[in-house]
């Protein structure tokens, strides 16, 4: 796994890139059945969420799994952010009705559950015992993924999976949840609602700037962050004015694929940890966390890799030349705060439900969170409470 | 398989993109044998050319092998531009000697033969019958792949094998043949002779540049081949002056990486077509052929997709700003052509042995390749002939 390869020592400077086998554009999820086909499937569990069924997406899915003579099982019996029992209920049905290949049609919460019942079925243990790096013995059956939003996870390692017991996020990394293969369709984002697409879109924006600065990024990685960069940028607001121009929601589904491909080989930062902590006690949607946290995470971390953040900068289009490092760090972080006011995100902590009594419950959980590893600057606890008490 | 995506009709768009999974970096070849293992290795068949042996990286591989009690057979026995029969020799070793992973040390010679052993020995089938697109029932062994040159072939899902009695390559194209891992250790690329350097090294080039003109290009493979551009553009120049310093040829071995996954998932052009049947009759090496064919390709190509060049040229640091469409060409043309004055590689069709005769039979062959398919611009057989004309 990348983590091993973070260079304490100047030495060592392995990368490593995973990626699955990508399809991209019009009518790819109808190459479902044919996949699973190909994969050996008889009996699909198809994963998708009750929204995604009601747009047709997965209708269209299931027809594809019938021209292919497949037969399937429907699991939607999660919710965003999902739960353990979720998970666990899912690998039941799983194994019930004697299925061998998973297709995950939805956002990041689908695909993330599709990806907990696959290697829960094929460990037999409870999906927590599963948490942390490299943790699965064995392979999950073949993956099938067919994005509707712009989360990333159907290209990447994690999965993340809220332990309801003690309110936490867990993160799984692995390159064994990298799926089979990911069918993009950017039609799919079409019925997205207009809260769902700022989230998971701003999301990409946030994902690509923790991937470009992280401690594990390489010059591979580098290139998906800056080109998601500059694509979400710009695609993004125009999305929000225009919504059902399928222009730039290919667009911005291509800035998606990079950031996950980006961040999945590069991990994120501290923001994402940060966020990963919240959700998992607020329940709150995983975009609008990390969107919280945004400015006050680069505001943290710019003075550690300052050409590295101007760089970002100059993806989202400032001029930079010729401003001090104090300058540059304040545009950079101005223009997120108005990309945030565009977007409606401009939020706090409490309007998602966190007291300030929360915060040292939350740092100590996003302290223990993977993403944290790979921030490029270091952070103390102390660090991560004040930060929680500035967005709050 | 790619090739049944090229749109005539404008309303598929679909693209398809694999890749193998890639270790980057120092020492990355010293992990052959942990993922020997990984893949449930027990008797590795090591696929290594003598000059690669004597240059050390085999023997490296192979402590690595025995750090983890993995045993192996050393199979050298083949050429460059490997012949079918070379193949078929190799696959009889490893199925007598019990092999169940192969470990492929070296150039694209080394990598194809070692792509042919493998799906000989799981389809008991003769290696002349792959010859084509997705003509592979069965997967071979894991393929482990340490390249010392820059073919791109540890990642691509090609491999050319000669046909030496009809004195032809063949091209066999399925995703089956992308390897499994690409442990890229950039300090390999140090031991080239300068002849191989610049043979494979400008091949990198063209690769990236048929890529990124290729009917099959797509947004990804566009960012890859573009970025092969520019990185091997100006590092090749800089290793020929300085072949020791390990930052141009890491740099190189970027570029490498990049033009391979685009040419990969785009494929290639007419350059390529051509280059393999003059490789094939003659046993040139074939990043030669393709230099000799190189500026033709793109004067041929030019006026079709004038857009796309400019981009190329641009990649290569020119200022194309108001000059007409018959001058951009023409400084195209002439800085390729500067380059490889400044390669040393200006040669002739003449000078790898081939005569105004031979001509008729070298066209035919090349319009029969994969390779030309994708080309942007229809080519006829009066066509192909004229530019192996000019290139005599």
Same sequence: chains 1, 2.
């Avoid at 994690?158 to 069918?183: E, G, N, Q, W």
């Avoid at 491909?261 to 998992?280: C, D």
């Avoid at 400032?318 to 490092?325: H, I, P, T």
Wanted: charged share 25%.
């Amino acid at each position: 796994m990348w983590i091993m390869a973070i260079p304490d020592s100047s030495l060592i400077k392995l990368r490593k890139f995973v990626c699955p086998e990508i399809v991209f554009g019009e009518e790819a999820l109808m190459l479902a059945g044919q996949y699973a086909k190909n994969f050996g499937g008889d009996r699909v569990l198809a994963v998708s969420g009750r929204n995604v069924i009601r747009a047709g997406w997965s209708g269209k899915v299931i027809d594809s799994l019938e021209d292919e003579g497949l037969s399937y099982s429907l699991y939607s019996d999660f919710t965003s952010n999902p739960k353990a029992e979720e998970v666990m209920r899912g690998a039941e049905v799983y194994n019930r009705e004697g299925c061998d290949v998973i297709v995950a049609v939805g956002g990041g919460s689908a695909i993330d559950c599709a990806k907990g019942i696959g290697i829960v079925s094929a460990n037999k243990k409870h999906i927590l015992e599963f948490k942390g790096v490299d943790q699965i013995p064995r392979p999950g059956p073949p993956l099938i993924c067919v994005p509707t939003t712009c989360s990333g996870a159907d290209v990447s390692q994690f999965a993340i999976i809220t332990d309801t017991r003690r309110k936490m996020k867990m993160a799984i990394v692995s390159k064994t949840l990298v799926p089979d293969t990911s069918l993009i369709d950017p039609a799919t984002n079409l019925t997205m609602s207009s809260d769902e697409t700022e989230d998971t879109d701003t999301d990409a924006l946030i994902q690509a700037i923790e991937a470009y600065t992280s401690k594990a990024s390489s010059p591979i990685t580098d290139q998906f962050a800056l080109n998601a960069i500059d694509l979400v940028f710009y695609n993004l607001p125009k999305i929000v004015k225009e919504p059902a121009v399928l222009d730039y929601r290919e667009k911005m589904k291509l800035g998606s694929l990079e950031s996950g491909l980006a961040f999945t080989n590069a991990s994120l930062g501290l923001i994402h940890a940060m966020s990963h902590s919240v959700g998992g006690f607020t329940d709150a949607p995983h975009g609008l966390c990390n969107a919280i946290l945004f400015p006050y995470g680069v505001k943290f971390n710019y003075d550690t890799i300052p050409k590295r953040y101007d760089k970002i900068g100059e993806a989202m289009g400032l001029d930079l030349k010729g401003l001090s490092q104090e300058k540059r760090k304040t545009a950079i972080i101005d223009l997120i705060w108005k990309f945030l006011d565009d977007m409606g995100q401009r939020r706090t902590l409490e309007d998602v439900g966190v007291d300030k009594r929360d915060i040292p419950r939350l740092a100590r959980n996003a302290m223990d969170d993977v993403c944290m590893m790979t921030n490029p600057r270091s952070a103390t606890l102390e660090d991560v409470i004040a930060i929680y008490e500035e967005a709050l």
